[in-house]
């Protein structure tokens, strides 16, 4: 049970990082693809855009299978994510 919990707290503490690293990437990402200022706040967009997008079929996944398993489904869809990033080309 406290492992559960501490492991909650870091993945909240790591999720809270990688949202306040999206402000320090936007000026990267517009240097390097060379992107106009209204594509660069694109990405903030869409980033903030994903939880009003899947907060219905989180709750949905959530009331059907709980909280405990809500979160398991959600990490494992994460590390496919990560995954597929990972891939070399073929």
């Known amino acids: 049970m406290r492992f559960s919990f501490l492991s909650l707290i870091i993945l909240f503490f790591l999720w809270g990082l ?3 690293l999206n402000d320090i990437l936007v000026p990267h990402m ?3 693809f060379e992107l106009q200022h ?4 694109l990405i903030q967009f869409f980033f903030f855009g ?3 997008v899947m907060s219905w079929p ?3 996944l959530i ?4 909280y405990k ?3 398991v489904i959600g990490l494992l869809l994460m590390g496919v994510g990560c995954f597929v ?3 070399p080309p073929s």
């Open 18 to 20: 990688l949202t306040s």
């Open 30 to 32: 517009k240097a390097a």
């Open 38 to 41: 209204w594509q660069a706040q």
């Open 50 to 52: 994903a939880y009003f």
């Open 58 to 60: 989180a709750g949905t």
């Open 63 to 66: 009331r059907k299978v709980g």
């Open 69 to 71: 398993r809500g979160i």
């Open 85 to 87: 990033f990972y891939l």
